[in-house]
């Protein structure tokens, strides 16, 4: 039987810098937040589901070997540094447009509207899967909390773990924003939150554009 013992420091290592990464703000984290505050609970928890879905669709193809391919293939990131971009743009258009409703009605009427969960849970999916630096940052967290040689049950144990702090973490940011007392406040400042939103939003496709990874 498998004993997680001897490699409980370098995974105790790795799944924190995986809370700090996930909890820290980012396009997922404020995706959740925004969808919690004006959609409610099982909206946020739908797109939570889908960017934990793309995290654990990376954490595999990392643990399988996709550093090596990504350096065969390097060509292939600047494509989904692309189109990660243009998802982002796509993102800051729809709240720039939800921000330039100023009629109060109609303010009311799109926050009670729900997204279907399906559309929400490909949203948070897209969100994470056309992200390149999701990619980077499983290379790191697997270099530090799989050894080279270490056996199948210590990636499944890393893998396992990151996957219910990933749950806690995005789950919990839905619960707490889809308390009645933060909609009540999104609802008087809905312009100036979807405005914000915007502004972060083509920030973030921007600064992928130009990055270097």
């Not at 409703?101 to 303010?107: C, K």
């Not at 839905?174 to 920030?203: D, N, Q, T």
Request: net charge positive; with cysteine.
């Amino acid at each position: 039987m498998f004993d997680p013992t001897p490699y409980l420091p370098q995974l105790l290592i790795a799944w924190t810098a995986y809370l700090i990464a996930t909890a820290s703000p980012g396009p997922a984290i404020l995706a959740i937040i925004t969808t919690s505050v004006s959609e409610g609970r099982k909206a946020g928890l739908a797109l939570a589901l889908g960017v934990l879905t793309g995290s654990y669709t990376w954490a595999m193809l990392t643990a399988s070997g996709l550093s090596a391919l990504i350096r065969a293939y390097g060509h292939a990131i600047i494509v989904l540094k692309i189109a990660g971009a243009c998802y982002l743009f796509w993102l800051a258009y729809n709240a720039l447009r939800a921000a330039m409703r100023s009629d109060r009605n109609e303010i009311v009427a799109v926050a009670k509207a729900q997204t279907s969960l399906k559309r929400l849970y490909l949203k948070g999916l897209g969100i994470h899967l056309t992200n390149p630096k999701a990619i980077f940052s499983w290379i790191m967290l697997v270099s530090l909390g799989m050894p080279e040689g270490a056996p199948v049950g210590v990636t499944a144990t890393f893998i396992g773990g990151c996957m219910i702090l990933g749950l806690i973490t995005f789950c919990g940011f839905a619960i707490v924003f889809s308390l009645s007392p933060v909609h009540r406040a999104y609802l008087k400042s809905k312009r100036l939150i979807e405005s914000l939103m915007a502004g972060f939003f083509a920030f973030a496709g921007l600064k992928l554009l130009t990055s270097r990874l």
